[in-house]
């Protein structure tokens, strides 16, 4: 599956953004998703996942309340909607896909992954 994340951008801190994840190729409803970011100089980390039926969701404790991963598998589209954003949250965010059917935040299970997308939140 080839994933196409974008909707990053600069933003005032306590602002909103949408980012989306537009997928193609294979079956999108048969992965499971999730949403990584990575900030300079440190390691990416897990942001959310989602089932492939968007019925089960797993958060970063760092982002749990303020951003919200959906899917819509008719239009194979990933989001993430962030709101109340913190100068922390600044990061390229990824989407990635997980060919296997338990959700989970653990990077080494996701095969497929996007380009990224910059998100920078200013104080």
């Known amino acids: 599956v080839q994933l196409q994340a974008s909707g990053g951008g600069l933003v005032q801190a306590g602002g909103s953004l949408r980012l989306s994840c537009a997928a193609s190729g294979r079956t999108f409803s048969n992965y499971v998703m999730g949403w990584f970011r990575q900030a300079p100089g440190k390691e990416r980390e897990s942001v959310a996942a989602i089932s492939w039926s968007g019925s089960n969701t797993n958060y970063a404790d760092s982002v749990k309340g303020r951003f919200t991963i959906s899917r819509d598998n008719a239009k194979n589209t990933l989001y993430l909607q962030m709101n109340s954003l913190k100068p922390e949250d600044t990061a390229v965010y990824y989407c990635?896909?997980?060919?296997?059917?338990?959700?989970?935040?653990?990077?080494?299970?996701?095969?497929?992954w996007g380009q990224g997308t910059q998100v920078t939140v200013s104080s």
């Open positions: 990635a896909a997980d060919r296997n059917t338990v959700v989970t935040r653990n990077i080494r299970y996701y095969d497929y």
